[in-house]
Nanobody, 126 residues
Framework: QVRLVESGGGSVQAGGSLRLSCVAS????????MAWFRQAPGKEREGVAA???????YYGDSVRGRFTISRNAAENTLYLQMNSLKPEDTAMYYC????????????????????WGQGTQVTVSS
């Protein structure tokens, strides 16, 4: 059974940086998609960034140029480096994993993912 555990969230001032990590267990290899989503109170879950097969990357418009997703297949770990953080980045951030290629139909669509972590909170103050 796939299990995802996120870490690295916290509180930071606008303009600061955070690095999120997601460790996957119960699955090995670099196939499939791993992604970061976020959800703020009262808003829909939003795709932030995704990685397919350890090489293809996808970013949401609101974070492109500020966030970087990376994946270490040997450690089964996904990272999200977040720079130039803004108050509107405040949300619960979730790691997601899909082993099948259906995630390529929409790498930033939450409906394409089967496995989810519990989330880590990111709060950016102005």
């Amino acid at each position: 059974q796939v299990r995802l555990v996120e870490s690295g969230g916290g509180s930071v001032q606008a303009g600061g940086s955070l690095r999120l990590s997601c460790v996957a267990s119960g699955y090995t290899g670099s196939n499939g998609c791993m992604a970061w989503f976020r959800q703020a109170p009262g808003k829909e879950r939003e795709g932030v960034a995704a990685n397919y097969g350890g090489y293809s990357t996808y970013y949401g418009d609101s974070v492109r140029g500020r966030f970087t997703i990376s994946r270490n297949a040997a450690e089964n770990t996904l990272y999200l480096q977040m720079n130039s953080l803004k108050p509107e980045d405040t949300a619960m951030y979730y790691c997601a994993f899909e082993t099948s290629s259906r995630c390529l139909e929409g790498p930033l669509q939450y409906s394409k993912y089967t496995h989810w972590g519990q989330g880590t909170q990111v709060t950016v103050s102005s």
